[in-house]
């Protein structure tokens, strides 16, 4: 081990080591419990109910909200996470501004959902524009409570409120969408999601308006909310800007299947990426208040990225056209492709993991603000671009985009944190031969036994199944970087169960 590094591999089993594997392995359990409930309810909407111009619809009308949605927070989920002491009156004062920031963004959107609407030459837009617009009143509720859940590393509260919004926004646009409320079955599911997130994350930790209203801390939280939301608001362009782009270029049916495609892989991202990002920056806050050097963990976690999502990316890509059949149906072919080359721009975006919250965390928030700019031009240009070409064009533009995002950040990142691209470069070494091992056999099914129009369900679980005892060996095999710290939650996960046997009478 290296000198000075702290020991999170499994051979420690000091008390903040298993707090922080705890709660990773908590937050990743939320993780995947929300992204099955999301998926499920995606195939059932999309292949029984809604058709790929009705989900463009949703997703033309949430992205153009979502736009502005990002300075609801106001970089209050930050400050909170960083907060010194973060004691009731700074929490309360928090919630007052987080209210204040929801009224003020549900008025914007209603004012702007008939210039929306005009712009697309679609009058469906306004009802749905207004219907999201109610369900950002509830989020302060919600957004507040799990911000000091979330700093207390208390991520077993947080799965409970997580899951039992998610049950409830599946449960409402299964109902609408059969009930032939077409798009606005999705809005109405995001009222029931936000209110009951509210109203579960007030059970788990309760935080009232106080009476009378204070705010304590209101220039410390401005001056950390103003760019911080200029921030936001920059990458939130970035994201949202291919639903806008290709529903003005292409039309709603091309955005539905853009949609699908990109989702399917983002939440196969986020399954990794989201429940690492919850439990690190936390942690790294801690490292940071220690005086520990940040790069050796750094390393790690870019390890743990590589080694978990570019093989999932990759054979994502490789069974991009059965999935899509089996899951969506003949309507939604046409999300195949995109399917595999947004999977496959997961790649360079994987390989720098946590670039927005560790430049925060250190207080780099400016700098982090002009590279986003110029990251969210170049995402916005190269689509541009690619969509008066074609809808193909404009997925393939994330690859190109994604490695220019890499570029544009990894030096910088590199002096800020203090990783040694020594030890990144074997890390990448290692991913993408483990990558290239676990494809193999789904590649061998697609050309070799089947095709991928005839492949099946039962074809692509055998596949799966095999690429997944590909990955098991190879990790072993090849002693990838991340070994280690995998093999060490996986201890940590299953050590219920070995106490549980273990106390049991002979």
Known sequence: MRRGEPEVNGHDHGRGDASVKGAALWAAGSQYCLFILQFVTSVLISRFFLLPEEVGLFSVALAAAMLFAILQDFGLTRYLAGHPTADEPVVRSALVLAIIFAAALALLILALAWPIAWFYDDPRLVPILGLIALSYLFVPFGTVPLAMLSRRLEFRKT????????????????????????????????????????????IARPTPLAWPIRVTGLREMASFGSTSSLLYLSGSIGVRSPDLIIGRALGMGATGLYSRGAALASHAHQLVTGAVGSVYYPAFARLRDEGKALGPYYERVAAAHGAIVWPAMALIAVLAQPIVLALYGPAWAGAAMILALVALSEFAFTALPLTMDLPILLGRIKRLLAFNIVDTAISVGTLVVAATIGLMEAAASRIVYSVLWFLLYAFWLQRLVGFRWSAMLRMYGASLLLTLVTVTPAALTVTVWRTPETLGFEGLVAAGLASGLAWLIAIAAIGHPAREDLIGLALHALAPLRRKFSARPA
């Open 159 to 202: 799965f409970h409120v997580n899951i039992s919004a998610a049950l409830a926004s599946s449960a409402v646009a299964l109902g609408c969408a059969a009930a032939g409320f077409s798009a606005e079955s999705l809005a109405w599911a995001m009222i029931a999601n936000n209110l009951v997130r509210a109203i579960a994350a007030q």
